[in-house]
């Protein structure tokens, strides 16, 4: 206020255009701004301050804050171990699965093994049988004219 004064005399001698006097206002506003700012900061500056520090923290905080880690650690530790053990699962299951497959293609060779081996020997004892049919009938011959009587005899 002091200031505003000082600057509405200083316009009416100096007879200042509206613009001016404006500024002039303006910049007697800042000024007492500036001033009230300034005192208010050598105000606060002045004043006595306490600093609180605490340097530990209350028991059940800190009991909080071990159980929480504690929670944290073992659930971390847990999915682990659930995780490793379902690969080793997946893993066992792959193995038995291949191990599967394995046996049923061994059986299936030889099943078809031995399906070979019967049909070879089905037709090696057809052709046994023809041959021992041949040398049957290449050996066998009629009795002697003397013999037949007795071989009517043993006919009948």
């Known amino acids: 206020m002091k200031h505003q004064d000082e600057m509405k005399q200083a316009n009416s001698k100096t007879g200042a ?29 002045s004043r006595e301050r306490r600093v609180v520090v605490s340097a530990r923290r209350p028991l ?22 659930v995780q490793h053990e379902r690969n080793v699962q997946d893993a066992q299951r792959v193995a038995q699965q ?15 093994k031995k399906a070979a081996e019967n049909q070879l020997a089905a037709q090696q004892g057809v052709q046994d049988d023809e041959l021992l049919a041949d040398v049957d009938s290449d050996i066998a011959q009629d009795s ?11 006919a009948k």
């Open 98 to 112: 291949k191990a599967d497959d394995q046996k049923l293609a061994e059986q299936k060779v030889a099943q078809e």
């Open 144 to 154: 002697p004219s003397a013999m037949e009587p007795l071989a009517s005899l043993m």
């Open 17 to 45: 255009t509206s613009f001016e006097r404006e500024e002039q206002e303006l910049a007697g506003v800042f000024a007492a701004y500036r001033e009230s700012v300034q005192a208010w900061s050598s105000d606060v500056m």
């Open 60 to 81: 059940s905080f800190r009991l909080a804050t071990f159980a929480m880690t504690a929670v944290l650690l073992a659930s971390v530790i847990t999915g682990g171990v």
